[in-house]
């Protein structure tokens, strides 16, 4: 199982979901990154690399959990590389990329990322559709808008939380209810 944390944050925000994910059993692997700065050409290319990777030394399909924006990415890779990715599950995800279902969109665009309208982006939202998701959300989230996640093309499973978008990869009832859906 892959972990893909959230945008502005590395591994180490990860490390309280990845430690349970491992405690309950699951062989877990970090992004292995560095900080997410978003769906870069580079940065994807890169990600897609480590799912392929993973699933051919584990000789399976690669799970993954994505947080906030890495969920968006995770999913983009699944709709890419379906042969080598299995369970996606997110949380807090802006799954519809509108730029206005986050806080940190402007933060976002002025680090340089991805344009949300561009045709690239467009592309990458297409081919995500086609992956098959278990999008956690919470409506009192706070940094994303809950829509953005309950509300995705494709084939998706929405399941609400109470938790803030912080507290979404520390909760224990958000964190068991993370592990269940990746062992569905």
């Not at 699933?55 to 890495?70: D, P």
């Not at 933060?107 to 998701?133: E, S």
């Amino acid at each position: 199982m892959l972990v893909v944390p959230g945008f502005g944050t590395s591994d180490a925000a990860t490390v309280v979901l990845r430690d349970y994910l491992t405690a309950s059993g699951f062989d877990v692997h970090t992004w292995n990154l560095g900080i997410n700065r978003g769906p870069r050409a580079d940065v994807m290319r890169r990600l897609s690399l480590r799912v392929r990777a993973l699933a051919r030394r584990t000789r399976q399909r690669v799970r993954i959990v994505g947080w906030s924006l890495g969920g968006l990415m995770a999913r983009v890779v699944a709709g890419r590389l379906p042969r080598q990715v299995g369970r996606i599950v997110t949380l807090g995800s802006p799954l519809t990329a509108d730029p206005d279902s986050s806080h940190l969109s402007r933060l976002y665009d002025w680090l340089g990322g991805t344009p949300l309208q561009t045709r690239t982006m467009k592309d990458m939202l297409r081919d995500g559709a086609r992956a098959p998701v278990t999008s956690i959300f919470s409506r009192s989230d706070g940094v994303v808008a809950w829509e953005a996640s309950a509300d995705a093309p494709g084939p998706c499973r929405y399941l609400e939380v109470d938790a803030s978008h912080l507290s979404l990869i520390i909760d224990p009832q958000v964190l068991d209810l993370v592990a269940r859906e990746v062992a569905r």
